[in-house]
């Protein structure tokens, strides 16, 4: 093959991982090359927000050390709170038009100050007849895109596409489960301090929704109500099978989640006045790793629930993960694979 193939590093800014991907483009399907990650200090990034981007910018530079790269540009992702992903209904016209009246339609749907927010749409019916047109649209707070800019910048990195945690998310899943594009279903990312709920309705992501449970609230429970130290919550929470401690913790907080989950697909029902529920739901992240988690979902919400692989269908090169425990890793990489699949032409 002539010409250089083209990579893209997606880098996931996490709160208690930052992880890094390496995918080769051309020659046909996407190529996992490269994955690295480092742990950061508790509480550097709280909720998606840098607390101590000293700290952060230095863990990543330590990163691309060790993965032996220097990248130019990544690409990386913005969520949480100060991210807005609403389907609206706005009368039919092309995507330049629409591009003149899109702020003013998104003030009628954002809750934030619109002289500071950066916004994206896509139409959802290009080739509809209808008077009207469904649009996907996308608002974040500039100073959070800044952050993340200012942060890039002190690696000495630009990023070549900023995206949403939730597309990204979907992007991995769309590859490797084509099948799940049909009906509605919930890819429920469980992370270090959130749990980020994505319903999508015949494969688009319409619904997005934070729950303030990760990883982190379980082992802090179990340090806490069973004096043990954070190491042997994280050893409990990490292992092959549910014990006896680990049990109330997964009813109490997997009662959390299955309620967060329910009020999502309850909002999305009667805001969008269908009768069609969740068929199925998907787990990704350091969470979906906890032992008996998705037999708890799956009870409590009477749902088939299923650990999502990033690299079920996705191609990687020899020797990427031979010194990792592939089913430990996998729910981590959802995200950064989504955000390295885009290439940035």
């Known amino acids: 093959m002539f010409g250089r193939k083209r990579t893209t590093v997606g880098l996931d800014i996490g709160s208690g991982l930052i992880k890094l991907v390496v995918i080769q483009h051309g020659g046909g399907e996407p190529v996992l090359t490269k994955v690295a990650f480092t742990s950061v200090v508790d509480d550097a990034i709280v909720e998606g927000e840098v607390m101590d981007p000293g700290i952060v910018a230095e863990a990543i ?3 691309m050390s060790s993965a032996g ?8 992702a913005v969520g949480g709170r100060d991210v807005i992903i609403k389907k609206i209904t706005m009368d039919r016209m092309k995507a330049a038009e629409a591009r003149e009246v899109i702020r003013w339609e998104a003030e009628q749907h954002v809750p934030f100050d619109m002289e500071n927010v950066e916004l994206d749409f896509q139409i959802l019916d290009p080739d509809g007849d209808g008077l009207q047109m469904t649009v996907l649209l996308v608002a974040a707070k500039r100073e959070l895109i800044e952050t993340k800019l200012s942060l890039l910048a ?4 630009e990023p070549s596409i900023i995206d949403v945690d939730a597309f ?3 992007n991995a899943f769309e590859l490797n489960y084509p099948d799940a594009m049909r009906g509605v279903v919930g890819l429920v990312n469980i992370g270090h301090e959130l749990t980020n709920v994505n319903i999508l309705d015949n494969g688009v992501p319409v619904l997005t929704r934070d729950i303030q449970v990760g990883t982190r609230r379980f082992r802090e429970d179990m340090q806490r109500e069973r004096g043990i130290s954070a190491e042997e919550a994280d050893r ?3 292992g092959q099978e549910t014990t006896a401690e680990l049990e109330p913790f997964l009813e109490t907080r997997g009662e959390e989640l299955a309620v967060g989950i329910e009020r999502a697909a309850a909002f999305l029902q009667s805001a969008s006045r269908s009768s069609t529920g969740l068929s199925r739901l998907y787990t990704t992240g350091g969470g979906a790793r906890i032992p008996g988690l998705n037999r708890v979902l799956a009870d409590r919400l009477r749902l088939p629930v299923q650990l999502a692989n990033p690299i079920e269908r996705l191609r990687v090169a020899d020797g990427v993960l031979d010194m990792m425990v592939v089913d430990e890793v996998a729910p981590l990489l959802m995200l950064p694979i989504g955000l390295a699949l885009r290439s940035a032409a």
Request: proline share 5%.
């Open 61 to 63: 530079k330590g990163l």
């Open 69 to 76: 790269i220097k990248p130019k540009q990544v690409v990386t």
């Open 154 to 157: 002190d690696v000495g990195l």
């Open 168 to 170: 990204a998310l979907h």
């Open 236 to 238: 409990m929470l990490q």
